[in-house]
């Protein structure tokens, strides 16, 4: 209720600026489908995507990924988690950067001026503390980057989330409000554009006696219909117009992403994940696309060290490859075992 008249004027599709945010930063999101909020694991690198899943046992955690994305385009993340004892609080740092490699840079007609070499990237930090037992709240502060040669832009943003963990009932909940900020400085030449806000719902539920869980994400939920509004495009391309107001169970769906984990003798976790509008978006005409849509996971959980990889399908018969590396610091600098595990 409060963000209400602040949600309506949020924008969609490709009206907004610093879209990068969305892309999945780790291995773990990415196996997940892209969007996860209620998912429960040590691993620093889902806070970076919601600031409430911060806990005590991710104290000097540091959690570091690469990426090999398509054409040459990289991108690395770096997060880490410290908990303050005497504050109770949790803290996060993390960097998300990507580099787009090297660029003709070239006028209408074709001449060349040189070459430009463009880049995004975020760096926030994040709190988050308890109340009772079984609820976590946390926020996140972002600066963010963008540089394409003269066109250059920042802004500000902030993450809220809220979740809710029964220990006992293997259950947690979670609602989440990104991207709620403002550019700072505008692209050259262009008006002040809106970030790409989201307000996420999720739950996890893992089975009793079973080494099975599932997850389900409600993403987008302050506007219903969330097809691309191009009507020019999609009159060419033969794709449905966002001016229809019927309800449809596509533009349902389209709202919706799964995922389910399967823990193998506590070290082992296998992961997949379907974000159905990934697969609709990145569908040509009425025809399907392989498996655009998919991600899948492994990771291997160590006393000192985990190890995740993770493979998300964007077009037919090509994907790309998430690695990343989750470090327990007070382990391996002698700075001493933060304390007691904590059960939620």
């Known amino acids: 209720m409060l963000y209400a008249s602040f949600l309506k004027a949020q924008t969609l599709g490709g009206n907004s600026v610093f879209n990068f945010l969305k892309l999945p930063a780790t291995p773990q999101l990415t196996a997940l489908g892209g969007i996860n909020t209620s998912h429960i694991s ?41 908990h303050h004892e005497k504050l109770n609080t949790n803290f996060g740092w993390g960097i998300h950067f990507i580099n787009y490699g090297s660029i003709q840079e070239t006028d209408a007609s074709g001449n060349v001026y040189g070459s430009l070499h463009p880049t995004d990237w975020v760096m926030q ?29 920042n802004g500000i943003a902030v993450d809220v989330g809220l979740l809710y963990h029964d220990t006992a009932a293997l259950f947690s909940a979670s609602i989440l409000v990104k991207n709620m900020g403002t550019q700072l400085k505008t692209y050259e030449g262009t008006d002040p554009d809106d970030l790409p806000f989201d307000l996420q719902l999720g739950v996890s539920k893992r089975l009793e006696n079973s080494p099975f869980g599932f997850s389900l994400t409600a993403h987008h939920l302050h506007q219903f219909d969330i097809r691309y509004n191009d009507t020019d495009f999609n009159d060419v391309n033969g794709f449905p117009n966002g001016s229809d107001k019927k309800f449809t169970f596509d533009k349902l769906f389209r709202h ?20 159905y509008l990934r697969r609709k978006e990145l569908n040509i005409g009425n025809t399907g696309n392989g498996l655009n849509g998919f991600s899948m996971g492994a990771a291997l959980m160590l006393p000192k060290l985990q190890v995740r990889i993770a493979r998300s399908q964007y077009q037919r018969n090509t994907a790309y490859t998430q690695f990343g590396l989750s470090l327990a610091l007070n382990q391996y600098m002698g700075l001493g075992k933060f304390g007691k595990k904590i059960g939620w």
């Open 42 to 82: 040590n691993d620093v690198g889902l806070s970076f995507n919601n600031p409430a899943l911060l806990r005590p046992s991710m104290h000097t955690q540091l959690n570091a990924v690469f990426n090999g994305l398509y054409n040459g385009i990289s991108a690395y993340h770096l997060s880490l988690g410290y």
């Open 125 to 153: 930090i994040s709190a988050s503390r308890s109340y009772m037992e079984k609820w976590n709240y946390g926020a996140t502060l972002k600066f963010v980057s963008s540089n394409y040669g003269q066109f250059r832009s």
């Open 256 to 275: 919706v992403v799964i995922a389910a984990n399967v823990y193998l003798a506590d070290k082992v976790e296998l992961t997949a994940g379907y974000n």
